[in-house]
Each structure stands twice: as C-alpha cells, then as structure tokens.
C-alpha cells in the first residue's frame, strides 16, 4: 500500500486508501476493518495525507516527516488517549513543533494515525512527481489562463458606432 493513495475523510474515524474517484465522491476501504464503501464528496471532504503539513517554530513540515521522526525514534508510543503524555512524547521526539499552534487532539490524531500505518506496513515517503523524476531539467513555467480578457485589450464586435459628442461650456 502506497502513502500516496492514504486519505482521511471528514465526519469518519479513522485513515482510507483511495481506490477509485468519481466526479461525485470516492470509493475508499478502510485501513482498520477493510471494508469498502463510496463517499459522497457532497457531505465529505477528502485530505490526502501527503497535503498536511504541521506547525514548526520555523517553517512547516510535512506530516510524513513528522512519521519519519517517529519511526527512527527509539521511544515508546505514549497512549493516544493521554493527551499529557502526547504532549511530552512530542516535545521529546519533535521539539520543532509549534505546540502553541497544534492542538492535543491533533497530535492524538498523528499517534493513532501513525500506529494504523505502521500496523499495515505502509512506507513513510512521498510519491515522487515527474519533476522529481525529470533530473536537472529546469520545468517549463506555464502562465496562468486568464479568466476574461480586458474590453480594452479586444474590440467588440457589432458593436454600435459611438455618436460624437460637442463640447459645450455651461453658460455659453
């Protein structure tokens, strides 16, 4: 199971694997009891797991290294539902954190997240893009489509020829 395909969904417990989308939702199975079942983007939203980042002191850093940290740790994993001892699991493991700014429930979240990963033996790295893969070559920057051109820039068709105006002065 690839890290890439491993979603949480909003309003359900627990990680998925993608394994189909569809304009309206998603067909995900669970990492825990295997079931599959499609999802309704309407009601739900989806976050893959290599999008989240999480609050530094200095700059943010991926969730998966954050997993990366965990797994060279030699640590014990503290119990999810002790919020204390998450905080000091943490602040030991991965003092960069900005605790002010992650919430104790987040960091529950990354434990038990964590552990259901490791319990399916899922590989703590992201997928590699095709720029990754390209080597040295610079990618083409591509500019942004504009939305509507400016009347300015394009005259209008069959457009009505505009009257000439005089000028008067009031009082003439």
Do not use: C
């Not at 943010?60 to 797994?71: A, G, I, K, P, S």
């Not at 994993?77 to 998450?86: C, F, I, T």
């Not at 457009?159 to 105006?165: C, F, I, N």
């Amino acid at each position: 199971m690839e890290y890439s395909k491993i979603i949480a969904v909003t309003g359900l417990p627990g990680l998925y694997e993608l394994i189909n989308s569809k304009t309206d939702g998603a067909i995900v199975r669970s990492l825990e009891d295997k079931s599959s079942r499609f999802v309704s983007s309407r009601i739900h939203q989806f976050s893959h797991l290599e999008s989240i980042e999480v609050y530094a002191k200095k700059e943010n850093v991926n969730l998966v290294e954050l997993f990366q940290v965990m797994d060279k740790s030699k640590d014990k994993l503290p119990d999810e539902k002790n919020g204390d001892a998450v905080k000091k699991y943490f602040e030991k493991v991965f003092p960069d954190m900005d605790f002010e700014r992650v919430y104790s429930s987040d960091m529950k979240k990354m434990v038990k997240w964590y552990s259901v990963l490791k319990e399916q033996g899922v590989e703590f790295k992201l997928s590699e893009t095709p720029e990754d893969q390209a080597g040295d070559e610079k990618p083409v920057e591509k500019k942004p489509k504009k939305m509507m051109e400016k009347p300015a820039d394009k005259p209008m068709r069959n457009a009505p020829a505009r009257k000439a105006t005089h000028n008067r002065k009031v009082g003439e």
